[in-house]
């Protein structure tokens, strides 16, 4: 089977994991990068093993040995690049959010749908086995009728104020910092295992560090300011969020996010209440789900290739006790992507696990209702909804 050829743009902190992730696959070859210029490119290629530097994003496009693109750019040129890729008859996989906002999130789903190739967006938590496993047995009703949907996903990395990062700049990052960076993950993961919709939002952001200490040079996420020479910034965006939530099935939840709170790295949390069980999943606990009852003991199940649903038995790799974490799931991620590609990346050869850019524009549009509910004071935000019925969540695909 011949080989495809991926080029990526953006070489920044996820760059390496993506270009991790498909050389695990086997079947990709990695014809180059481009950057912010040539000369970070080639400095980048040789420090990645990434084949070829080009001068341009455009010139990475007109390359017709390049099939797929990686998107791994900054928030703000998402938009541009992948629009140009899908004009250019490319398969996309961009990091998410799709977009700054939801207008133009909406523009790249229309356009994926009209190019007629993959487009892919890395809410790369759902392609854990256990994840997989948690959304089977809810299909199958194991819990019983949904009652709460709860959890958070909370880091420490911004808890310094001497820390800044891009994401943080409304022009760089978009109007959102926390909700858009990690609460997106935990949304679609929300609604990717329930099969249900989240409908309406009452949101309370926050800023708890407002003013941050920057260097006077651009740095990468996750960087701290080491030179003397900084500048004050004021931050407008929330790092903190608490948000409630209604569900199209009659559930409600809530869930809380930040990235202030030391000690918790990188905590994302999802807990699933039914009539009948619960289930319960840790992003930092990866190879175990909990199953709780009310007249009998709780379970713990382990991630056991033999003990998984047949949908979730292909995101696991190896025996059981042999932890799999973050990056197996992303590897699962672009095995799928990958595999949409060779199917001709049709909506009938999709992968049921995989995101794409319709559910890039959701996510935007449950981002910009939490938006919308805390700047109104705190009231209930419907969540518009444009997908076609054949792309809702509320139809297991």
């Known amino acids: 089977m011949k080989n495809l050829g991926m080029g990526l743009v953006g070489p920044g902190f996820i760059a390496a994991h993506h270009l991790d992730a498909v050389r695990r696959l086997g079947d990709v070859e990695i014809i180059g ?3 912010s210029s040539f000369d970070s490119a080639k400095k980048r290629a040789r ?15 007109a390359d017709p040995a390049v099939q797929v693109v990686h998107n791994t750019t900054p928030n703000y040129l998402h938009r541009e690049i992948s629009l140009a890729a899908l004009r ?7 990091d998410k959010p799709l977009a700054s906002n939801a207008q133009e999130s909406r523009e790249l789903y229309q356009a994926a749908r009209e190019a007629g190739v993959a487009h892919v967006v890395t809410f790369n938590y759902r392609s854990h086995a256990l994840i997989q496993q948690a959304r089977a047995m809810i299909a199958k009703g194991k819990l019983g009728a949904a009652v709460f949907v709860h959890g958070c996903y909370l880091q420490d990395w911004l808890t310094d104020e001497q820390t800044y990062s891009w994401r943080l700049d409304p022009q760089l990052g978009g109007a959102s910092s926390a909700l858009g960076d990690i609460g997106s993950h935990w949304c679609d993961l929300a609604e990717h295992v329930t099969g249900a919709r989240i409908t309406a939002v009452l949101a309370d952001l926050h800023t708890a560090v407002p003013i941050r200490h920057a260097p006077a040079a ?46 918790h790295k990188n905590d994302l949390r999802l807990e699933v209440n ?3 069980a619960s289930l319960a999943w840790q992003q930092e606990k990866p190879n175990e789900l909990w199953i709780g009852h009310h007249a009998q003991p709780n379970t713990l199940l382990a991630r056991d290739p033999a003990l998984l649903a047949p949908s979730a038995r292909g995101y696991a790799h190896l025996p059981a006790g042999h932890p799999e974490a973050w990056s197996d799931a992303f590897r699962n991620l672009m095995a799928d992507a990958y595999a949409w590609i060779r199917r001709g990346g049709t909506s009938a050869t999709k992968p049921a696990a995989l995101p794409t850019f319709a559910d890039g524009y959701r996510s935007s549009l449950l981002v910009e209702a939490m938006l919308k509910s805390h700047a109104a004071a705190g009231v209930w935000q419907n969540v518009e909804d444009h997908l076609e019925p054949s792309r809702k969540r509320g139809a297991r695909r």
């Not at 420090?47 to 496009?61: M, P, V």
């Not at 300011?225 to 099935?249: C, G, H, M, P, Y």
């Open 218 to 263: 651009p740095t990468q996420a996750f960087a701290k300011a080491k030179s003397t020479q900084q500048r004050e910034v004021k931050i407008i965006s929330e790092d903190l969020a608490s948000v409630l939530l209604r569900f199209d099935n009659g559930a409600r939840g809530c869930v809380t996010v930040g990235q202030v709170l030391p000690g």
């Open 47 to 61: 420090e990645l093993n990434a084949g070829r530097a080009y001068a341009s994003y455009q010139e990475l496009l």
């Open 88 to 94: 250019a008859g490319k398969h996309v996989i961009s």
């Open 274 to 276: 039914g009539r009948l």
């Open 33 to 35: 990068i481009a950057g």
